[in-house]
């Protein structure tokens, strides 16, 4: 595969959101078969295993996007395993744990996807993140991605960006 394409990015992202998708499909029906919970840490460990690749995919032209978004289901993932309601102070340290890897590694994603200058509503990233770590900040499992949404404001602010584009370019809002 010739890697410095974007048909690239768009393969190995299509690669990786299937196995990722699959692992957390497998482990979630491993937890249905045992009717018991999967603890977070062993979750988190399988989805740690992507990171790497991840990593690798914001390398590539275009690749932050599609990286940004992998990052994102990593910790949806997670989200949606369930226990978090437990309340067991062992899975939210492991919660915690994760969510600080995800975001180191975002951090870097960020950068990179602010350096290649595409068109991006940034804006509308932040809320989302910062949604889901509203979310999470209910049952003591925070903080969610500080170190990207820090990242994400300081550049929109530095840039004057508006929704990720220059103020008085780019396109309108579309609503279905």
Do not use: C
């Not at 990242?151 to 004057?160: A, H, I, N, P, T």
């Amino acid at each position: 595969m010739d890697t410095t394409t974007p048909d690239a990015a768009v393969a190995l992202n299509a690669q990786l959101d299937r196995k990722i998708t699959i692992v957390n499909f497998d482990l979630h029906r491993l937890q249905d078969d045992l009717n018991d919970s999967i603890s977070s840490s062993h979750f988190a460990s399988a989805m740690l295993k992507f990171l790497p690749d991840i990593q690798r995919l914001a390398l590539l032209p275009q690749g932050p996007r599609h990286a940004f978004d992998l990052v994102l289901k990593l910790g949806g993932n997670l989200n949606s395993h369930g226990g978090i309601d437990s309340a067991d102070q062992g899975d939210i340290a492991a919660r915690r744990d994760f969510y600080q890897r995800l975001d180191t590694a975002m951090v870097d994603v960020v950068s990179r996807r602010f350096g290649e200058g595409e068109e991006w509503n940034v804006q509308r990233e932040i809320k989302r993140i910062e949604k889901t770590a509203s979310y999470l900040k209910t049952y003591g499992v925070e903080p969610y991605f500080p170190q990207t949404l820090e990242s994400m404001k300081r550049e929109l602010e530095f840039s004057g960006h508006n929704n990720g584009v220059p103020n008085g370019q780019g396109t309108p809002p579309r609503y279905h």
